[in-house]
């Protein structure tokens, strides 16, 4: 029995019953890859992919991000190999949104079909009877946040929310606008937007969402298919004793108490030393080291 860590302490969704330890683990990474297709098909090892997320809960993680359009299917049905019957208190948070083309794409789907059809298949492959949160996951433009009005699709599932199949409801990839948007529609618990120490396009966002007590779960935290490199991330690790990815998901922590991470991981290794980082305090010093890292701030 591995020994419960302390992972940063625990936030709880606003108007909710659910509190995660802010550090969580993001599950995408587990779905395989063919040729270009990324996050497609099964993995190389799937009793390894099942092994991890077994240590990860029993480290303390109770906080899974995970979509049914990765594999697709594969990473949720891995998650319910792994983890079903679950464990009270793991909070699975899925999405919704988009479908996989044939050819590894990610296509936008938001017909109030597309989306009913998406909640009913994520909670097939998860095993679930109802699903405690699910983003609505903004596909105007797939790389980055496109203003336009969501009321429709988030209407839709707003209705899958009465009739009991959603808990919770998220954004992901969204404006500040559209944020406002959707609170006027639903209570909103969580977005989840691209950000880290080197993009940082929310650095506003994430403290305007923080009085409200709506979680902010930056993806690609460790910068995604690319993580993160830096002559000065290195350096700053080196003089803390610590690894590049440790200070990558320390400054995330430390950058607001509504901030949650979700860093993905096929590597038992790489899923211990992620869960330490909860333990690194970042000086001020090395804060202002760090800013420099910042390429897109607005
Ligand atoms: N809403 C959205 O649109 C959206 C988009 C993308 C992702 N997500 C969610 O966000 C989660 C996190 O994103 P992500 O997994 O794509 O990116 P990430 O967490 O930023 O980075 C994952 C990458 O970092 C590597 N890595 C992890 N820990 C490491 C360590 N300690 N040392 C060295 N390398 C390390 C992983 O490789 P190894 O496997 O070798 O460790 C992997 O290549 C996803 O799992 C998914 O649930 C959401």
Request: one cysteine or more; proline letters at 6%; glycine letters at 8%.
């Given at each position: ?43 190389p ?17 109770n ?6 359009f ?10 319910r ?10 909070v699975i ?41 699910v983003?609505l ?6 790389h ?14 707003a ?18 606008t559209?944020?406002a948007?959707?609170?006027r ?26 009085p ?17 490199q830096s ?15 440790q ?11 509504n901030i ?17 980082s ?21």
């Amino acid at each position: 029995m591995l020994q419960q860590m302390n992972l940063a302490g625990s936030f709880t969704l606003p108007g909710s019953l659910l509190s995660v330890n802010r550090m969580g683990y993001g599950a995408m990474q587990l779905a395989g890859k063919d040729g270009n297709k990324l996050v497609w098909g099964p993995p190389p090892d799937v009793d390894g992919a099942i092994a991890l997320l077994q240590e990860a809960v029993e480290s303390g993680v109770n906080h899974i991000d995970t979509s049914d359009f990765y594999g697709p299917h594969v990473t949720n049905q891995i998650l319910r190999k792994a983890l079903s019957p679950y464990r009270d208190g793991l909070v699975i948070v899925t999405k919704v949104g988009a479908l996989r083309g044939e050819d590894g794409s990610w296509i936008p789907a938001f017909s109030p079909e597309e989306l009913t059809d998406a909640v009913h298949s994520n909670l097939r492959n998860l095993g679930l009877d109802v699903l405690d949160v699910v983003n609505l996951r903004i596909m105007l433009n797939v790389h980055q946040p496109a203003e336009g009005s969501i009321e429709a699709p988030l209407t839709v599932l707003a209705e899958l929310q009465q009739k009991g199949l959603i808990r919770h409801i998220g954004l992901s990839n969204v404006t500040r606008t559209q944020i406002a948007e959707a609170r006027r529609i639903v209570p909103i618990v969580c977005v989840q937007n691209q950000y880290n120490l080197a993009h940082r396009s929310d650095d506003t966002l994430v403290a305007d969402l923080a009085p409200d007590g709506i979680a902010y779960v930056p993806f690609f935290p460790l910068g995604g298919f690319s993580p993160l490199q830096s002559d000065t991330l290195s350096n700053v690790a080196s003089r803390l004793n610590s690894t590049p990815m440790q200070v990558a998901l320390a400054w995330l922590l430390q950058r607001s108490p509504n901030i949650l991470v979700i860093p993905g991981t096929t590597s038992l290794q790489h899923l211990r030393e992620n869960l330490q980082s909860a333990k690194l305090q970042i000086p001020a010093k090395e804060l202002t080291v760090l800013e420099a890292m910042s390429n897109a701030r607005h």
